[in-house]
């Protein structure tokens, strides 16, 4: 069985902080994904990578940045974070060099608030 | 980009009962997948269903595909309490050297005992 591990469950840090979520995949994939989850909105795509050193911009990528050194770590990285960007943060991965058509696997996310 | 839209957005059920779920898309599709979310957890990958496909079975499970209506059905059959969960379709959309996938805001569905 795939796993996805996210480094913490609920994280609270302070406004202007700069904060880094990890998460680690055991299967080997080649694509890594960060999504954030907020009431409403479903889920959003920050950024994802299909190969180490590689990223891609996703859907809201403002205030965040990834880095992807080895195949199995992806970490997002808040650079100033701000009250805006408390959220539930997901990470999730999949086979394949381009993804498609691939099911994804997700960790059980971070819970973050930024006071 | 809003890809998959679920209705109903909540639906409550009895134990026993079916669960019928509805996803409507935008834009050309290669496949749409279905997740479930449990409260506090991260999602799980329930079925795939490619657009040359129009029904695929998995268990309790059956999902149908309309290509022509840009719309897909997840039905739960017999549904049980630890069906709880938020569902969600996801379609794929096609970016410059790779793919994502988009996900609608979910269908919340509670199964009473």
């Known amino acids: 069985d795939v796993k996805v591990t996210q480094s913490s469950r609920y994280l609270v840090k302070r406004t202007g902080e700069k904060v880094f979520l990890e998460c680690v995949q055991d299967?080997?994939?080649?694509?890594m994904f960060w999504y954030r989850q907020d009431p409403g909105l479903g889920l959003r795509l920050i950024y994802f990578?299909?190969?180490?050193?590689?990223?891609e911009k996703g859907d809201i990528p403002e205030g965040y940045s990834v880095s992807r050194e080895k195949k199995e770590r992806f970490s997002l990285i808040l650079e100033s974070a701000s009250t805006n960007q408390t959220s539930m943060y997901l990470c999730?991965?999949?086979?394949?060099?381009?993804?498609?058509?691939?099911?994804?696997?997700f960790g059980d996310g971070t819970r973050l608030s930024i006071l | 980009s809003q890809q998959g839209e679920e209705d109903p957005q909540a639906l409550s059920i009895q134990e026993g009962e079916n669960a019928t779920m509805n996803c409507s898309y935008k834009?050309?599709?290669?496949?749409l997948q279905w997740y479930r979310q449990n409260s506090g957890r991260g999602l799980v990958h329930l079925i795939l269903?490619?657009?040359?496909?129009r029904e695929k079975h998995s268990g309790r499970l059956r999902v149908t595909l309309d290509t022509s209506k840009k719309s897909s059905s997840l039905l739960i059959t017999a549904s049980r309490a630890a069906d709880t969960a938020s569902y969600f379709c996801?379609?794929?959309?096609?970016?410059?050297?790779?793919?994502?996938?988009?996900f609608g805001s979910g269908t919340r569905l509670l199964v009473r005992p």
């Open positions: 834009t050309s599709i290669n496949n």
């Open positions: 299967m080997d994939h080649e694509n």
């Open positions: 990578s299909y190969d180490v050193k590689m990223k």
């Open positions: 269903i490619r657009s040359n496909e």
């Open positions: 999730a991965s999949s086979l394949s060099g381009r993804g498609d058509n691939q099911p994804q696997h």
């Open positions: 996801a379609t794929d959309e096609r970016m410059d050297s790779s793919y994502k996938l988009i």
